[in-house]
């Protein structure tokens, strides 16, 4: 097998293996009320400072186009996990806040995620996925 196919193949099973890990964190996270995305985007909130970001830097963050960001976080809108906010130096800037439901959501739903990652990666060594998550990150860099 040529390297490209060698790639292709490559790429094709971990897509495959993304699609079955996420529908498996989404199952573990409805007990929560959110999937998979509305995780990250908590998520990404949570960390960032002032638990603010930028709409079109949160969608960057989790891998979705600007429309994609703004459909995920309306019904999160309107369950105020996440709040907008006005740019006093730009209005045409559209700003994201986590609200104190969402970080306590959040907070609650990272015990779940964290235990479901460990159950998910429990076949591997430390040094195994240190080397995997090494390995991944230099994939669209």
Not at 13 to 28: E, G, M, T
Not at 44 to 71: K, M
């Amino acid at each position: 097998m040529s390297n490209h196919n060698q790639a292709a193949e490559m790429l094709l099973s971990q897509s495959v293996l993304f699609a079955k890990l996420q529908r498996r964190l989404d199952n573990q996270l409805s007990i929560h009320g959110i999937s998979f995305k509305e995780y990250l985007i908590l998520k990404c909130l949570y960390d960032a400072p002032e638990h603010l970001l930028r709409r079109i830097e949160l969608a960057e963050l989790i891998g979705v186009t600007a429309s994609g960001v703004t459909r995920l976080l309306a019904p999160m809108e309107k369950n105020r996990l996440v709040e907008k906010r006005a740019n006093p130096r730009d209005a045409r800037v559209s700003l994201v806040m986590l609200s104190p439901g969402g970080q306590t959501l959040f907070e609650n739903a990272k015990t779940v995620f964290d235990h479901s990652a460990e159950q998910l990666t429990s076949n591997l060594t430390e040094r195994q996925l240190e080397t995997l998550s090494q390995l991944v990150s230099r994939i669209g860099n």
